[in-house]
């Protein structure tokens, strides 16, 4: 089972301007393996494969020791692959699109400023060191050096590969990891549970996870840094410090955000052998086609699609590491479709009416509780029963 932990880290001066060289030649690679697959196409009709680029790399080191021949062998096979990825990627839209109209975007090159990981093997040209005793933990990468790295919570399993990668001014390291999973001891309890607006959570005996407050604090905030900025004279200095501000409060809401998701899923796992909830991963994706939380079409930009956007997002998120939490610890999660969970009455299947956000009213049973009806109907969905704690 693979896991992946995504940590900040901190290079020297001299270890960034290594590291962006790192980059740099990794890009020139993926652009010349890239053209010599353009070129074989367009003057033979030839496809060039990764093991015909890879067994080429041995010569292209040896002709370029200060450059290509410094790095990590096994990165650049890893450099290569992701161009073979992007290929097949590309034919498969290609053959999809065959007959019809639409055209297909051939696979381009990389500006340096985009190309912005490498992937090393573990043990191969890359080293992690975790923190131990209050230290920094370190990865180490061939041509760049040990590098330190903010470990915020423990790395569990063998680690595999290790990514460097670039975010703007900002390094971070991506550690994966292969993990046992650790079954934990049965609990007897099996629960819907339904992701909400006003609520974060209802699960379907009835427990509550409230939305954390820090998202109104950060809400305010970010709207007023937005409403500062569109503001601000373009291109004028303020306007530079707004947008660099308001970035930053993204920043700490989506930390904020991902560690109350790792919070509540661990709970959940723990005291659930089975949990079932809607699969909101894909929902969550077509949501932002309209404009990124980031970047705001004018659909989001509302305060109220503002508050809404800043929980979609989490959704999605939420239901990874719920997931991926269930998996190590042997539960079970099932995702169902998510359709008209909420307006169906538990009990008897009948259409309800929705007067307001928070409840629904069953022509035969009455008002009920929307979100709790929601996180039933998802427990029945799933089979999971009704999924109410059992009669004492
Ligand atoms: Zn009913």
Redesign the pocket.
Same mark, same amino acid.
């Given at each position: 089972m693979k896991r992946a932990y995504k940590l900040r880290a901190y290079p020297t001066r001299r270890q960034e301007a290594r590291a962006a060289r790192l980059l740099a030649d990794h890009c020139d690679l993926y652009n010349a393996a890239l053209a010599e697959r353009r070129e074989a196409w367009r003057m033979r009709r030839v496809s060039v494969s990764y093991g015909d680029q890879s067994a080429q790399l041995k010569a292209i080191r040896a002709a370029d020791p200060g450059g290509q021949g410094r790095h990590s062998f096994t990165a650049q096979q890893q450099t290569l692959r992701r161009l073979n990825a992007t290929f097949a990627a590309y034919l498969k839209r290609a053959r999809g699109a065959k007959g019809k109209s639409r055209r297909v975007g051939y696979p381009r090159f990389k500006a340096y400023q985009r190309f912005d990981q490498v992937l090393f093997v573990a043990g191969d040209g890359a080293r992690w060191d975790p923190a131990e005793a209050g230290r920094w933990a370190h990865a180490s990468f061939q041509a760049v050096g040990r590098v330190k790295v903010g470990q915020h919570r423990p790395v569990l399993g063998r680690v595999k590969t290790l990514q460097l990668k670039r975010e703007s001014r900002r390094w971070y390291v991506i550690v994966v990891t292969d993990i046992e999973p650790v079954p934990l001891p049965a609990t007897g309890r099996s629960v819907g549970v339904d992701l909400g607006v006003a609520r974060f959570l209802t699960t379907s005996d009835g427990k509550v996870v409230a939305n954390p407050r820090f998202l109104d604090a950060a809400q305010e905030r970010i709207v007023d840094l937005q409403r500062r900025s569109a503001r601000a004279r373009p291109g004028s200095g303020n306007r530079r410090r707004l947008r660099r501000a308001l970035a930053k409060e993204w920043r700490k809401v989506r930390n904020q955000r991902r560690d109350f998701h790792h919070k509540t899923a661990h709970g959940l796992v723990d005291t659930c052998d089975m949990l079932a909830l809607e699969d909101l991963r894909v929902a969550a994706m077509t949501t932002s086609a309209a404009g990124t939380v980031e970047a705001p079409g004018r659909s989001v930009a509302a305060k109220a699609g503002l508050n809404r956007s800043i929980l979609d997002a989490g959704w999605g998120q939420f239901t990874s590491i719920l997931v991926a939490k269930a998996e190590s610890a042997g539960r079970r999660v099932v995702l169902v479709r998510p359709a008209f969970t909420s307006i169906d *009455? !538990? $009990?008897?299947? $009948?259409r *309800?009416t929705r007067p307001r956000q928070d409840t629904v009213v *069953?022509?035969? !049973?009455g008002d009920?509780d929307a979100d709790l009806n929601g996180a039933r109907n998802i427990a029945t969905r799933a089979g999971l029963g009704s999924g109410q704690a059992p009669a004492a």
């Open positions: *009455c !538990h $009990a008897c299947g $009948a *309800c *069953c022509p035969v !049973h009920l």
